[in-house]
């Protein structure tokens, strides 16, 4: 699987990236992972809902949920700690 496969979400409308993931599929990906750290985990959660729900019913699954931590330096200088997850939707075969 090639890095084009990845969606980072950000601070952007969450339609964005649904339509990020959905062109992804149309253009013969069998699977799409959805990454986003901090604040957007949320976001990132409601793009794999929407797009599962709404855009690919039946043609879609969750297929597994990576969360972890990651350790990035702050505007002073310090190290934080962020949470992260990692979305892998799939086609259904």
Avoid: C, W
Wanted: proline share 2%; hydrophobic share 40%; no cysteine.
């Amino acid at each position: 699987m090639t890095d084009d496969n990845n969606i980072f979400v950000g601070n952007k409308p969450t339609m964005n990236y649904v339509l990020a993931v959905v062109t992804q599929f149309n253009s013969g990906s069998d699977e799409v992972k959805i990454k986003a750290r901090g604040t957007a985990i949320s976001r990132a959660v409601d793009v794999a809902e929407v797009v599962r729900n709404r855009f690919l019913q039946n043609v879609a699954t969750v297929k597994s949920i990576t969360i972890g931590t990651e350790v990035l330096t702050n505007r002073d200088g310090r190290p934080s700690n962020v949470s992260s997850i990692e979305i892998t939707i799939g086609k259904q075969h």
